[in-house]
């Protein structure tokens, strides 16, 4: 049956909206949609904020999912991570704190994740390692800095936590080289 | 003498010495303990440490420990060594935990390994206490009771990780002191110990021991490229509530591997349980050799006593 002239019109117009749905979400659009730069303070205590320049790093990583997984729907490159979710679609929470919890050995954590026999992901790392595993990770591969105070400073509850006071010999104390 | 003959006293010997033996084994069979059911454990993974020292730092503030010679983010003691540079850094009085860096071959990143106690399911600080100030909780906690403790320092000579120390600055009532796994102000809580909730890289993970044993063989399977296909402390010295996973041979951290898997006191509890054997048979043995030997005139003398007695 040839295609009258208005089927292919309505076939193109409809290939270019559908395109349109998904491109952005993988492009150009997402510069609009995610932030440039992110404060990471939920943990500060020892030591301050993180100002994460999210838009460099963004230049710097292939793929979303090395920082983000699955959760952006983008190529998934960890063959782990892919031999489920290679088609997994976009989630609604891609933040890290969204799925690592602040407090992972908590009692009834603990208790919730362990009753779950079915729970694939049960060595999921707390929130402060995910950030910091991934994070000296990439940055020992890039031979970016490392040191803590390189990323956040220590705070005055930190100077106090870590025994600044103590008789110092002068030696260290930079926290450069983990 | 009456009421007690030298068969029935024979008799009363073998029967007690048969129930000495049965307890014997009972004791033996208890170096097969394979831990609490709902002991808790924490799984140490060197690939993950920085050596950041912060569960030094958490491990002080915790402990109330005195404050160091030097601030916990000085790296430098990393280079301290003792005994002619054979020994590295080790737990003391004011120390319950210490990292150390190890340069490993086949890595490029120096690796670290954080030591204390590592709470033995059947520790052997506690077989060795003869006023027994230690107990085994059933959290999987070792603690100690320093009122009890004499100062005698057996545990320190049993301990094969030679974590006990004592407090040799104290002139009067010297102590032991080490690691308790932060069991009276955190784990008795359910909360993890205070460097578990310090380490920035998950290097230390906290759970019942059971599942860590899952989870570490997991991460093996996973990553064998990465690990060391053994998890420490699942089998020596009948299993440590600390198991430790690395990506370098475990002898380059300084980690014994020659180690026993037996628990210590199965070294011991064979002869020790014959102890109360020896006690309660030779002297009923003996004795019977002796009265054998001797029976003639005993008898003849007991013959001469009774009817004496009869008469009073």
Not at chain 1, 42 to 65: K, N, P
Not at chain 1, 115 to 137: I, Q, R, S, T
Not at chain 2, 192 to 198: D, K, L, Q, R
């Amino acid at each position: 049956m040839p295609c009258s002239r208005s089927t292919i019109f309505i076939t193109i117009i409809f290939a270019i909206m559908s395109l349109m749905t998904i491109l952005p979400e993988r492009a150009t659009g997402e510069r609009g949609r995610i932030p440039t730069e992110i404060e990471i303070g939920s943990l500060a205590g020892l030591f301050g904020e993180v100002y994460f320049d999210h838009e460099m790093h963004l230049d710097l990583a292939d793929t979303c999912s090395e920082c983000h997984h699955h959760t952006l729907g983008s190529y998934v490159i960890d063959e782990d991570c892919a031999r489920c979710h290679r088609e997994s679609e976009p989630t609604e929470e891609v933040s890290c704190g969204g799925c690592h919890t602040a407090d992972p050995f908590s009692a009834e954590y603990l208790k919730t994740k362990m009753e779950d026999p079915n729970l694939y992901h049960n060595d999921k790392p707390g929130l402060k390692a995910a950030y910091h595993l991934n994070c000296v990770a990439c940055h020992r591969e890039m031979g970016a800095p490392t040191g803590c105070q390189d990323c956040h400073e220590r705070t005055a509850a930190g100077d106090s936590y870590y025994r600044a006071d103590a008789m110092a010999s002068g030696v260290g104390g930079t926290g450069k080289e983990h | 003498m009456k009421g007690i003959t030298r068969r029935k006293f024979i008799l009363a010997g073998m029967w007690g010495a048969t129930a000495v033996i049965m307890n014997g084994k009972a004791a033996h069979g208890k170096a097969d303990f394979e831990g609490y059911p709902e002991g808790m454990g924490v799984l140490v993974d060197l690939t993950r440490c920085v050596g950041c020292r912060t569960c030094e730092a958490a491990c002080n503030n915790e402990q109330n420990l005195p404050v160091p010679d030097r601030p916990f983010y000085d790296q430098s003691v990393f280079d301290e060594v003792h005994h002619d540079g054979k020994q590295k850094r080790r737990t003391d009085e004011n120390a319950y935990t210490v990292v150390n860096r190890y340069d490993a071959e086949g890595s490029e990143e120096a690796v670290y390994r954080k030591i204390q106690c590592n709470h033995c399911n059947e520790p052997a600080c506690l077989t060795s206490c003869f006023v027994s100030a230690y107990t085994k909780t059933k959290e999987g906690a070792v603690i100690y009771n320093p009122k009890a403790c004499v100062g005698c320092r057996n545990c320190m000579i049993a301990c094969p990780f030679r974590i006990p120390a004592y407090t040799y600055s104290k002139a009067l009532n010297p102590v032991i002191k080490k690691c308790i796994f932060c069991y009276d102000t955190r784990l008795v809580n359910g909360q993890p110990p205070a460097c578990i909730e310090a380490c920035p890289m998950e290097v230390l993970t906290f759970g019942h021991r059971d599942d860590l044993i899952k989870i570490a063989h997991e991460r093996i399977r996973m990553h064998p490229d990465v690990y060391i296909d053994h998890l420490y402390g699942e089998r020596e010295v009948g299993g440590t509530a600390w198991m430790y996973l690395s990506g370098v041979p475990f002898e380059q951290v300084g980690i014994d591997t020659t180690l026993q898997k037996d628990p210590i006191l199965s070294n011991a509890s064979e002869f020790l349980s014959n102890v109360p054997v020896v006690l309660a048979v030779w002297p009923a043995l003996f004795m019977g050799f002796h009265l054998l030997a001797t029976g003639d005139n005993r008898e003849s003398g007991e013959e001469n006593h009774e009817p004496e007695r009869k008469e009073e």
